[in-house]
DNA sequence: GATGAATGAGACTTCATTCAT
DNA sequence: AATGAATGAAGTCTCATTCAT
């Protein structure tokens, strides 16, 4: 289960403002990118200045690790949880995998900048999320190393299955939704079942 | 088969200075993203100012165009030319997922750009490669189809199918190269391996 | 009679930073013309950064259309108000030609902005100044012609009576003050006289 | 009679190029003021590009000195020459005052340029400048004077006719032409009438 | 005589940010 | 908490001008 602790919870920004700002935000660094937002295109539509994001978040770009810390605390909590509801290697990848890219669809737009923008933070920040995108690649890297020293998987290289699974899932992000794929849950079924196939069963 | 028409070398610019600018706006551009770098990011590294620029692209967009077009360009004939050379639908499809993920390794920062810096281009612009896109999208899609129709395939949703071997190659271009994977050929070995998977054999 | 409605007010720009900023633009667009006049010229002497024209007026070429509107509007005003005064078609004739020299005497620096910058305005400004400066015309053209059809004036051609007489009042802001014409006063009423000649009495 | 010194000659430049480059800048200064014009604007017409105007030309302004000599030249002649022909007070204005209308009708463009853009030229251009032109308001000015000494024209200031008569001829290359008044014989001769008027007969 | 690449200055404009209100 | 004015830095782009070719 997640529990954020309150240092996270004052950096993400608890007030109702902040929270509008944050959302619009979101929106607007997924549609156009974080170097080509302007705060005024951030807070135009919330009837705001640009100078009223100050009270709430010490520069544009805490806004960003703001967004980030909070995307990226959440993806990881939906695999986390998901892993820790299935007791085979199996269940526990199809979970994680379902999760995921639900995650990835169902908050596509936070999930864009969560994946797409993080280079513009700055460093400390940058560091701070890297942790939280290891731990999250890890979750998957110890589900398929446990399963292919069962046996229950038949995978040649680790690493590139962990690469591949997470990149599906990531990369939904970047064009969720299509016309004909418009339905996070059953995306997310299909999905499962190519990753099962790509990790389970005989070798070729 | 590729065959450059006239028209597009003239728009990516011919000239050996064009040449060098492009070189460095794409280094430039997919790591920090378009809107992040500018001109004078570009040319400081070449002895150039920024001004140097207008003399072979119009504008900075431009500039990304001949460089998304030069791109995209190269992407769709790597993998048309690959899929020409295989005889079955696997054959095919893996000649092509081959040649797409080397493709992303080989030109990573080229493929960053063509991939997620796409948006920032002018409408006109932006149709002119979507045409692009779709028709390299089409060859994945059009050997999925023909071998699920012939049964090679065991495929239940052949557009999920196209999607995820997509992810998976364009996605090689947001990480690549990893302390463990840095070797474009093993990587698409590994790659074709895990696609030949999920597509093929028997339902699970 | 003249009264301002309040949306003119707001395109002139109504605070009192903005009407500083006015006030500047029209000594410098007089003096050097707008295409040769930057913003760092405007802003420099009133102690701002260039930037500090942006909260009041959009653009330069808005600036200028704020300027051009305002001094049209006035123009119109000063040459409607006096022509209103008179009874006859020669005291109609005398107010206006009087009020029209004078303000293009008293204002020449805005004056002359308006009679020469004009072609700078966007298409869209230019039209809309373009009905201001025909209803200034036609107050002339229609004191003309009634005295004409009356006989108080005998005029060959109103046309041309019409032009030379507007021409005589707005080149005064090419050239106001000279060493020996610099009294605005003195000035409309040998005007007065001139054109009065001009158009009263016999044939020749 | 007018006849060109060398060194004018020269200052203009003689050659079939420099000739084609003046005669594409006239048109361009007249139509959007030196300022806002580019030697693009004048070289592309052409079809030459921007440096080849200085095989011709040292620098821009002295394109502009070029032209603006060409013209005040052009017209001081015009109007000395036509008041030469007279031999009443009455006769020489009326000669002189249609020379000048003529001149500024039918060399619309050049005149504008010369009436508008002189104060673009160098300190010393424009003292050489300033010598033709006061050349050419004196040649009214004699006039005038000695026909009010005579007793031919009634005139209370001199200096006020000398300056009206001025502007209406100079104005016309502000306007000229108009859907009515597209004549210069046409309009010269309503001129002369006009200033007749002004000048001649009783007082009113 | 002319071009095309390049420069260096400077133009307008945007923008994150500050601050008095 | 929020605004509007303002700043200073920076961005894209233009332009007169130079120079090798």
Same mark, same amino acid.
């Given at each position: 289960?997640h529990?954020?602790?309150?240092?996270?919870?004052?950096e993400?920004?608890p007030?109702?403002a902040?929270?509008?700002?944050? $959302? =619009?935000? +979101? #929106?607007m660094? *997924?549609?156009r990118?974080y170097?080509?937002?302007?705060?005024r295109?951030?807070?135009?539509? /919330?009837?705001?200045?640009?100078?009223?994001?100050?009270p709430?978040y010490?520069?544009?770009?805490?806004?960003?690790?703001a967004?980030s810390?909070?995307?990226h605390?959440?993806?990881?909590?939906?695999?986390?949880?998901a892993?820790?509801c299935g007791?085979t290697?199996?269940?526990?990848l199809?979970?994680?995998v $379902? =999760?995921? +890219? #639900?995650?990835? *669809?169902?908050?596509?737009?936070?999930?864009?900048?969560?994946q797409?923008?993080?280079?513009? /933070?700055s460093?400390?920040?940058y560091?701070?999320?890297?942790?939280l995108?290891?731990?999250t690649?890890?979750?998957?890297?110890?589900?398929?190393?446990?399963?292919?020293r069962?046996?229950?998987?038949?995978?040649?290289?680790?690493?590139a299955?962990?690469?591949?699974?997470?990149s599906?899932?990531?990369?939904?992000?970047?064009?969720?939704?299509?016309?004909?794929?418009?339905?996070?849950?059953?995306?997310?079924?299909?999905?499962?079942?190519l990753?099962?196939r790509?990790?389970?069963?005989?070798?070729?």
């Open positions: 289960m529990t954020p602790d309150s240092d996270e919870a004052a993400v920004g007030s109702k902040a929270a509008r700002i944050r $959302a =619009a935000a +979101v #929106e660094f *997924a549609e990118g170097g080509e937002t302007s705060l295109d951030i807070t135009y539509g /919330l009837g705001l200045s640009p100078g009223a994001v100050y709430h010490k520069t544009k770009e805490s806004l960003l690790y967004i810390l909070d995307g605390t959440g993806a990881l909590a939906a695999v986390t949880d892993a820790s007791h290697a199996v269940e526990q199809q979970h994680a $379902a =999760a995921y +890219v #639900e995650w990835h *669809a169902r908050n596509q737009a936070l999930a864009r900048v969560v797409y923008e993080w280079r513009s /933070l460093n400390t920040h560091r701070k999320i890297t942790t995108r290891r731990r690649t890890a979750v998957f890297a110890n589900i398929i190393e446990r399963g292919t069962s046996g229950d998987f038949a995978v040649d290289d680790v690493d299955a962990v690469l591949a699974i997470s599906l899932c990531i990369d939904v992000s970047r064009w969720f939704p299509t016309r004909r794929h418009n339905d996070p849950l059953r995306l997310s079924r299909a999905y499962v079942d990753v099962t790509m990790v389970v069963g005989r070798r070729l």
